[in-house]
């Protein structure tokens, strides 16, 4: 498969969208979703002989990708909230999923108001599968700072959705 065009163009066409989605996802603009789609891409290929089968070709590209995206929301200057002043996180608030039962457009657009480090931690956290320590070594953070960035970023999605909910009836 090294060197060759048509299997390199195979991989592509399966995962250009997946791929360009979950960098879309983190860094909420599409220019630079489709520069680390490319770079991922180059990577990839020109390292696919450390590419080991003990997992997927799709995962071992998703964490290139998501390395790659993070890596530019660190060039913007991503700010976490800080943790210092709390003393305890609860794992999980009192948070009614019921309560969401909107488009998944519409969640989609308030996910994209959010500011980055929220949407960054809720993207990993609900989207891609992450716990919380993975999200933690990812994005060189506290298990604590991912759970309340986490948590921050729901309240605040669940009020961007609820103000859109207000002005839409």
Same mark, same amino acid.
């Given at each position: 498969?090294? /060197?060759?065009?048509?299997?390199?163009?195979?991989?592509?066409?399966?995962?250009?969208?997946?791929?360009?989605?979950?960098?879309? +996802?983190?860094?909420?603009?599409?220019?630079?979703?489709?520069?680390?789609?490319?770079?991922?891409?180059?990577?990839?290929?020109?390292?696919?002989?450390?590419?080991?089968? *003990?997992?997927?070709?799709?995962?071992?590209?998703?964490?290139?990708?998501?390395?790659?995206?993070?890596?530019?929301?660190?060039?913007?200057?991503?700010?976490?909230?800080?943790?210092?002043?709390?003393? *305890?996180?609860?794992?999980?608030?009192?948070?009614?999923?019921?309560?969401?039962?909107?488009?998944?457009?519409?969640?989609?657009?308030?996910?994209?108001?959010?500011?980055? /480090?929220? +949407?960054?931690?809720?993207?990993?956290?609900?989207?891609?599968?992450?716990?919380?320590?993975?999200?933690?070594?990812?994005?060189?953070?506290?298990?604590?700072?991912?759970?309340?960035?986490?948590?921050?970023?729901?309240?605040?999605?669940?009020?961007?959705?609820?103000?859109?909910?207000?002005?839409?009836?």
């Amino acid at each position: 498969m090294q /060197g060759s065009r048509a299997a390199q163009f195979e991989l592509y066409k399966l995962y250009a969208k997946a791929m360009y989605n979950v960098a879309l +996802r983190i860094l909420n603009y599409e220019e630079e979703a489709e520069d680390v789609l490319q770079e991922a891409f180059l990577d990839a290929f020109t390292r696919i002989v450390d590419f080991r089968q *003990e997992t997927t070709f799709g995962l071992w590209l998703k964490q290139i990708v998501i390395n790659k995206s993070i890596n530019y929301l660190r060039k913007r200057k991503m700010e976490f909230v800080s943790t210092d002043e709390i003393s *305890e996180v609860p794992d999980e608030d009192s948070f009614d999923d019921g309560e969401m039962r909107l488009q998944a457009e519409e969640i989609r657009q308030a996910i994209t108001q959010l500011p980055d /480090g929220y +949407r960054v931690v809720l993207s990993l956290y609900l989207l891609e599968g992450y716990d919380h320590e993975e999200i933690a070594h990812i994005l060189k953070i506290s298990e604590n700072t991912s759970r309340t960035q986490y948590m921050r970023a729901k309240k605040k999605l669940k009020s961007i959705l609820e103000t859109k909910g207000m002005r839409d009836e």
